[in-house]
């Protein structure tokens, strides 16, 4: 594994040793350590916290692949698996915080937050490893709100296009989008949930700090507008798709009545053919002449055809195609 300390006065890293990192983490007042792990499971290797010579009661899952997000208060430590946005999918970050040490432990190089983290540390300057732990709880949720905020903006793009023109490819695009919207929300609810509920009975312990109690407070703020930007995003896929079948069944009305106006033309001409290929008496003895035939035959075809025409010219359904063209 690769260990980074980030040094808290001016946000710069330092790759260190197992043995070095384990070292500052025993004596450090304030240590902030990222731990970068193989994307590929490789062979059996100790568990992070013990290289790490932390306590490993109750600590089991950390730095493991674990598919549940977690949020949990072990004595004077806190534990979370926090879900983090990147390259379109969900990853998993391990945070380890206590009142001197933030461990955060992430697999590949696209899952980790060591280039945000220091960027923020530079910026903000926690005070405490607690600090450093919402400064990276923030970030994680940035990364949801970022992943949903352009599948908003693709989705608005696609419903433009569909109103210019519609094509295939758009409602396979939108399909692409609405699951990812449900990936986003899926994956962070039920850990804002939780975290919720673990931040909701520290704050009720009066011995809670204050200026934490701002933080929580923030965090739980910026995580409904999250959740909030996931909603929306869901809810403008359905548009889109909703938008996606009127444009289809606008369609569909169009042909419909071009064949209405075709059967209009032809009943009457079916019909008159129908009608004199009978064996009538007065229609095989008495018409006989060719004035006949083309009076008949003929004249009733066209009288026919133009009296629809004129029918179909003065009704709604002849102007609403006028219209669609």
Do not use: C
């Amino acid at each position: 594994m690769i260990v980074t300390v980030v040094s808290v006065p001016d946000g710069g890293m330092t790759t260190v040793s197992t043995a070095e990192a384990r070292r500052r983490l025993a004596t450090d007042p304030f240590l902030l350590l990222g731990v970068e792990l193989p994307g590929e499971p490789g062979p059996a290797e100790e568990p992070v916290v013990r290289q790490l010579g932390l306590d490993e009661e109750d600590l089991e899952w950390f730095g493991r692949r674990e598919g549940s997000p977690r949020a949990e208060f072990l004595g004077d430590t806190a534990g979370f698996v926090v879900p983090v946005v990147r390259g379109g999918q969900v990853h998993q970050v391990h945070a380890l915080a206590s009142e001197g040490f933030l461990v955060a432990v992430h697999w590949g190089h696209w899952a980790g937050l060591a280039g945000d983290i220091t960027a923020l540390v530079r910026r903000e300057r926690p005070r405490d490893a607690v600090a450093a732990l919402f400064l990276l709880l923030q970030e994680a949720l940035s990364t949801f709100r970022r992943a949903a905020v352009e599948a908003l903006l693709q989705v608005e793009e696609l419903e433009d296009d569909m109103f210019e023109k519609r094509r295939p490819e758009q409602i396979y695009r939108l399909s692409q989008l609405r699951r990812h919207s449900a990936v986003l929300h899926h994956a962070l609810l039920p850990y804002l949930q939780g975290v919720d509920e673990v931040i909701t009975r520290r704050m009720l312990n009066p011995d809670f700090p204050v200026e934490r109690q701002r933080l929580a407070q923030e965090f739980q703020r910026a995580a409904r507008l999250v959740l909030a930007d996931i909603e929306s995003l869901q809810d403008a896929t359905r548009r889109a798709f909703a938008s996606y079948g009127s444009l289809v069944a606008g369609e569909q009305n169009g042909v419909i009545n071009r064949l209405a106006i075709v059967s209009v033309i032809f009943l009457p001409l079916s019909f008159l053919t129908g009608f004199f290929g009978m064996n009538f008496e007065f229609l095989t003895n008495r018409l006989e002449t060719r004035d006949e035939f083309w009076l008949l035959a003929v004249g009733l075809q066209l009288v026919a055809v133009v009296g629809s025409l004129v029918l179909l010219h003065r009704s709604r359904i002849w102007r609403r195609l006028r219209d669609d063209e």
